[in-house]
């Protein structure tokens, strides 16, 4: 058995690239920092390093190392962060959105999970789909909401709503166009489609600040359609005539080796609460400024 204090110290060197500043970040004399690395090599059978004046590079075997001690520690952490269960609670569900899918679908699941099964302890969280994917490659998140997965071997995909972008306009003043990045397939789509249709006079990368400031100040661009579905009905918003619409579905993705009948379960609870119905213009954005200007994300 590796002690994860070896690990650590290994660690440590590489990025330091010395023993005397691996001892002085880890607060330990310089023989202890050679001792846990003799110790180390010798339970692996191989040397990690090569020592000179300069300090300490790593051998062939010490570089091929580098990536398994950095995920034996990333393991470690995580289950010392996730046992023992907290009290009152039997297992334990890490899930995660990107900004965009926080509310009302991520919150929706969080809500319909602990509904379903109070003694779930629940852990959620948002950030940017990469900084998602690699939490579930590193083993701290069971699954995650995105609109663009990042296919790997061991990863499955399942469309868990499918959203479309359509291009509407301020009733009162359609223009300028203001191009929203809606990330790299929807930039692909709209080029290829749109190539000296519009000139965007506006470019951001965050909806509800687009939608805002049209609403406002009028304008026009590309909006998932369960995000302004009431302004168009309420004819504050209008459809633009003759421009094509996107898809942008809403994936579900976990490693496949994380797959279990719980999950299944928690899975379902995620599909029902999609599938209700739901004002996504009230909880995703933001309600009309004129209605007190509430701002949800």
């Not at 994860?4 to 500043?21: A, H, K, Y």
């Not at 297992?91 to 926080?102: K, P, V």
């Not at 590193?138 to 469309?159: F, I, K």
């Not at 009733?171 to 990330?183: L, N, Q, T, V």
Request: with cysteine; aromatic share 10%; hydrophobic share 40%.
């Amino acid at each position: 058995m590796i002690d994860i204090n070896l690990l650590t110290t290994f660690i440590e060197i590489t990025r330091t690239g010395s023993f005397i500043n691996a001892a002085k970040k880890l607060h330990l004399t310089q023989t202890a920092i050679t001792v846990r690395v003799k110790n180390l090599e010798q339970a692996l059978g191989c040397q990690l390093f090569i020592r000179n004046k300069t300090g300490a590079r790593l051998t062939e075997h010490g570089t091929r190392f580098v990536s398994y001690a950095s995920q034996i520690i990333q393991t470690w952490e995580s289950a010392r962060r996730m046992l023992p269960f907290p009290e009152g609670s039997n297992a334990i569900l890490s899930i995660g959105g990107e900004m965009s899918l926080w509310n009302p679908l991520l919150l929706s699941w969080v809500s319909g999970l602990k509904q379903s099964f109070p003694q779930l302890y629940v852990r959620s969280q948002v950030g940017e789909p990469a900084t998602l994917h690699a939490q579930m490659v590193a083993g701290d998140l069971n699954a995650a909401l995105v609109h663009e997965p990042d296919y790997w071997p061991g990863m499955q995909v399942m469309q868990i709503l499918e959203e479309k972008l359509i291009c509407v306009r301020s009733c009162h003043k359609p223009g300028p166009y203001i191009f929203i990045d809606w990330g790299e397939s929807f930039r692909n789509q709209h080029d290829l489609a749109l190539s000296g249709h519009f000139k965007a006079g506006m470019a951001v990368n965050l909806g509800p600040l687009a939608l805002l400031h049209i609403l406002e100040y009028g304008g026009s661009g590309y909006f998932r359609t369960r995000v302004v579905q009431k302004f168009l009905d309420e004819g504050v918003l209008e459809r633009v005539p003759e421009v094509p619409e996107f898809s942008h579905p809403i994936y579900l993705v976990y490693p496949r080796d994380g797959a279990s009948p719980e999950l299944e379960q928690y899975i379902e609870v995620l599909q029902r609460v999609a599938q209700a119905p739901s004002n996504w213009s009230q909880h995703n954005e933001f309600v009309h400024p004129d209605a007190g200007r509430e701002y949800l994300q």
